[in-house]
């Protein structure tokens, strides 16, 4: 069946640094890539997406890149701040009841971690 | 505006005891998702509503578990006898209509079966 997987699982940078999650994804009808952060206690908070007609995305210090022929798109966030610290979810839209491509599937997560 | 919220917060019930959980979507959202997200695990897609359609079931793990979404609007997702193994948080989360992928979460329901 389809799936997104996703790395790193974990990911330590100092304040400052940047940080790349990658993740790929099997479902070639894919066309809605979004990210979400999750603090904890909480529930996941959309940050950014992409669809398929574009390449890359950028939303001030974050940034998600897609490559269709490969199936792989990234999340960048750069000048990481102790308050971007939370775990990082992506997801891929697939298709639904009725073949429609309204579903998500996510990956795994990745908790990052900002050093001060 | 008032986001997706969800009740209870917590919920600790013993094993074989029935569980209901409520999410109240974002107004005018007609599609509604449940998700199940274990300890240090992604989410788990149980159930998608869209509008007057028939309920998307496929990710229900049994015929324990069941949903429904009143009059367009609330959801409450039922957890028949329940088992160790259905401890996790239970989230949902609203979208704006069918062609609009963008899902906005609720904060969860975190359900502890002792």
């Known amino acids: 069946g389809e799936n997104v997987e996703q790395h790193p699982s974990t990911l330590s940078v100092q304040e400052g640094d940047s940080a790349v999650i990658k993740c790929t994804y099997s479902d070639s009808a894919s066309n809605y890539f979004p990210w979400y952060k999750q603090e904890l206690g909480k529930g996941p908070q959309l940050i950014i997406d992409?669809?398929?007609?574009?390449g890359e995305k950028k939303d001030q210090r974050i940034a998600v890149t897609l490559n269709k022929t490969a199936k792989h798109f990234s999340l960048h966030i750069t000048e990481t701040q102790p308050e971007d610290s939370a775990v990082y979810f992506c997801?891929?839209?697939?298709?639904?009841?009725?073949?429609?491509?309204?579903?998500?599937?996510f990956g795994t997560g990745t908790l990052l971690a900002v050093q001060p | 505006g008032a986001g997706v919220s969800q009740s209870p917060s917590n919920k600790v019930t013993e094993k074989g005891k029935d569980v209901e959980l409520r999410c109240d979507p974002i107004?005018?959202?007609?599609?509604l998702y449940w998700y199940r997200q274990s300890l240090g695990q992604g989410l788990e897609f149980l159930i998608y509503?869209?509008?007057?359609?028939?309920?998307?079931k496929s990710g229900l793990p049994s015929d324990r578990f069941s949903a429904e979404r009143t009059g367009g609007s609330v959801s409450t997702l039922t957890i028949q006898r329940t088992q160790q193994e259905d401890s996790a948080v239970y989230l949902c989360a609203s979208s704006s209509q069918p062609s609009s992928y963008e899902q906005y979460f609720g904060p969860g329901t975190r359900l502890t079966v002792t």
């Open positions: 992409i669809r398929s007609n574009v």
């Open positions: 107004s005018g959202h007609t599609a």
């Open positions: 509503f869209q509008g007057n359609s028939a309920p998307d």
């Open positions: 997801a891929a839209s697939i298709r639904g009841y009725g073949g429609a491509t309204n579903k998500l599937i």
